[in-house]
């Protein structure tokens, strides 16, 4: 059984079984994020986390409990292998994704600009319950990450999970300057609000109606009464 999170939704808090994979995690973060050089990519790790279920088809529940940012990817040539370590306390199991990458796009900056100025901002975290040949899985495996409001629901609308987390400081700083770089907000012009029975000419004596059936009625007997030439 898989824990669902509409993306609209504010990001949830996560408590200790987080903290215990990011302490497993060796991160060296270059928060210089200048905009000369700013990337359009950062490398990051997914965790997720099953719980034992109370339901009776189920036996246990997954949910994404939160993602790790690794490092900066400046153009980089050299490629971080994908692995996938498995931590276990008691029931609790988490399996952290490491090697995926988000991914900045210049036709999305209004909806990280907006991500980033609501009161909870979030990354969301598309999975799937298939591997990558394919087949059917009996757990979400996370195959995006994205600040997209946009992207995210575009992945709702199909048979895909996607999950709300909160926002690492390290993708809050980089997401940041990347819109303040490439995205101006449109300034809202509030309307004015219009007249309408000075500016209605309709009843004015000037403007003839289009059709006047009485005019037209007598227009015809005159035709009928009238002897041919």
């Known amino acids: 059984m898989f824990r669902e999170l509409n993306p609209i939704e504010n990001s949830k808090q996560h408590s200790s079984p987080k903290a215990n994979a990011e302490s497993q ?21 997914v965790i997720m986390e099953s719980q034992p279920s109370t339901h009776k088809w189920a036996d246990e529940i997954w949910d994404a409990s939160g993602i790790v940012a690794s490092s900066v990817d400046a153009e980089s040539s050299d490629e971080v292998k994908r692995e996938v370590k498995v931590i276990e306390q008691g029931d609790v199991k988490q399996l952290i994704y490491s090697g995926m990458k988000i991914r900045l796009f210049l036709d ?21 319950a298939e591997d990558e040949d394919g087949n059917e899985t009996d757990m979400p495996i996370p195959v995006l990450a994205t600040l997209s409001f946009d992207e995210a629901h575009s992945y709702l609308e199909g048979d895909d999970i996607v999950y709300a987390v909160p926002i690492p400081a390290e993708l809050y700083v980089w997401a940041e300057a990347y819109v303040l770089e490439n995205y101006v907000a449109e300034k809202r012009v509030k309307r004015k609000r219009v007249d309408w029975k000075k500016g209605d000419k309709r009843n004015s004596s000037s403007h003839a109606p289009a059709f006047d059936g009485a005019s037209d009625q007598n227009l015809s007997q005159e035709k009928k009464g009238k002897p041919d030439a």
């Open 25 to 45: 995690l060796d991160s060296e973060i270059d928060l210089s994020l200048s905009s000369e050089k700013l990337p359009d990519s950062f490398y990051i790790s």
């Open 108 to 128: 999305e900056c209004e909806s990280y600009y907006h991500n980033m100025m609501s009161p909870e901002p979030g990354c969301f975290i598309v999975a799937r």
